[in-house]
């Protein structure tokens, strides 16, 4: 994440019963520039907020509409109990901070920023694991096309990959690609040496 959020203009959701903690936390993302709906009852998966708050002394697994190994926002956990079943409810939700009962105004912003941040960095490895599996799932494709180089050029392996890369390179697309359009005879032997 590059700098502080400004969290005004944010829709949160607040999940939580009403008690004295809920109240001073209402009251700070208020004061945040958030607007707040405030429930006790699962958030529709058709509708949700830029980030989630949830008391999750009481929580259970349908309140929140997604996995959480994908959160799909960002999720703050509010705490007052040390219960390892709760905590590992928390982390199921994909929470990123944790707001300790009772609520202090002065741990509320730290702790939206840390989910946040959080959350950014989940989706941004999870874009470049995705990139990489998607990577190795053609590395047989560029096999291939090194063998086939080799076959056609009379190469060997590092001259053979040394003609895919360099294409890539001129072509600023990934090997891979190259590999896969040299099989299919989009890109002709001339091209590709």
């Avoid at 705490?79 to 944790?98: F, K, V």
Wanted: aromatic fraction near 6%; proline fraction near 6%; charged fraction near 25%.
């Amino acid at each position: 994440m590059n700098g502080t959020p400004n969290f005004a203009g944010w829709h949160v959701t607040l999940l939580a019963e009403d008690d004295t903690n809920t109240e001073r936390l209402n009251r700070q993302l208020i004061v945040l520039g958030m607007r707040v709906n405030r429930q006790w009852k699962p958030i529709p998966a058709n509708d949700l907020p830029n980030l989630v708050v949830v008391d999750v002394d009481r929580g259970w697994d349908e309140l929140i509409p997604w996995s959480g190994d994908k959160p799909l926002r960002p999720v703050v956990a509010v705490l007052g109990s040390e219960a390892p079943a709760r905590i590992a409810w928390a982390l199921r939700q994909g929470a990123g901070a944790i707001i300790q009962k009772p609520v202090t105004a002065s741990a509320v912003f730290p702790a939206l920023v840390l989910a946040v941040s959080i959350h950014e960095e989940r989706l941004t490895t999870a874009g470049r694991i995705a990139h990489l599996e998607e990577r190795l799932k053609l590395r047989p494709v560029v096999f291939t096309a090194i063998e086939r180089l080799k076959a056609e050029r009379k190469v060997d392996d590092e001259g053979a990959y040394a003609i895919l890369r360099n294409c890539a390179m001129r072509r600023r697309l990934p090997v891979e690609q190259i590999a896969a359009f040299f099989l299919v005879g989009s890109e002709t032997l001339s091209e590709v040496g």
